[in-house]
Structure formats: structure tokens, C-alpha cells
Nanobody, 124 residues
Framework: QVQLVELGGGLVQAGGSLRLSCAAS????????MGWFRQAPGKDREFVAA????????YYRDSVKGRFTISRDNAKSTVYLQMNSLKPEDTAIYYC?????????????????WGQGTQVTVSS
């Protein structure tokens, strides 16, 4: 059983930066593809970014390309989401997710394990 804990959320002004961390328990982290999703009030959960087992392949939703960077450190069993040039529309609860089969997906229902989420609020 993989447990995920997100850290790093908070309140930031538009144009600012935050780095989210997702620490994973379990012995197979390096075999998991990892993803970040977010959900704003009244809206569906949406894909943000994903990263392959080795970290060599990454995907982003169009609205965050050039602003967000996903990375992972398998030695620390941690995945990160560096968020720069934040906009008010980035405000949401951000969730870390793991795919136990190592497949990099863009749909939330493709992932097997989820963290509790961390709130990101971007003010204007």
C-alpha cells in the first residue's frame, strides 16, 4: 500500500511561485508513474502534470506549460511540482497520485493511490 502526503501549498500573489512536494511511503516508488491533479470548487478534477518512472518523460496540461515543472527524486521517494508565474485560475486543491503499473496517464481514474491534497490559493 502506497501512502502519499502533499506539502507546500499556501497563499501566494499572482506571479509568485510555490513548490509542492509529495512524499511517498512504500517500497516500489521508483516503479510508479506519478501525476499531479487539481480541483477547484465546483469544478471537475483536472490533470496538471505527470512523470514517468525514470523522470525522463513528462506531460503537462496546456495551460501550465512553460510555468510548471514536475520532477522526482526516487532516492527520496518524492515527486515535486514547481509552479511559477502563478495565476488566480491555478487556485485549487492539488493532489498527488501514483500509478502502480508505471503508465503515465492524464486521467484521474487511471491512478491507484492518492494523497489528501494541499490547498493552493493565488490572489490577484
Amino acid at each position: 500500500q502506497v501512502q502519499l502526503v502533499e506539502l507546500g501549498g499556501g497563499l501566494v500573489q499572482a506571479g509568485g511561485s510555490l513548490r509542492l512536494s509529495c512524499a511517498a511511503s512504500g517500497r516500489t516508488f521508483s516503479r510508479n508513474a506519478m501525476g499531479w491533479f487539481r480541483q477547484a470548487p465546483g469544478k471537475d478534477r483536472e490533470f496538471v502534470a505527470a512523470i514517468s518512472m525514470s523522470g525522463s518523460i513528462t506531460y503537462y496540461r496546456d495551460s501550465v506549460k512553460g510555468r510548471f515543472t514536475i520532477s522526482r527524486d526516487n532516492a527520496k521517494s518524492t515527486v515535486y511540482l514547481q509552479m511559477n508565474s502563478l495565476k488566480p485560475e491555478d487556485t485549487a486543491i492539488y493532489y498527488c497520485a501514483a500509478d502502480k503499473f508505471g503508465a503515465v496517464g492524464r486521467r484521474w481514474d487511471e491512478y491507484d493511490y492518492w494523497g489528501q491534497g494541499t490547498q493552493v490559493t493565488v490572489s490577484s
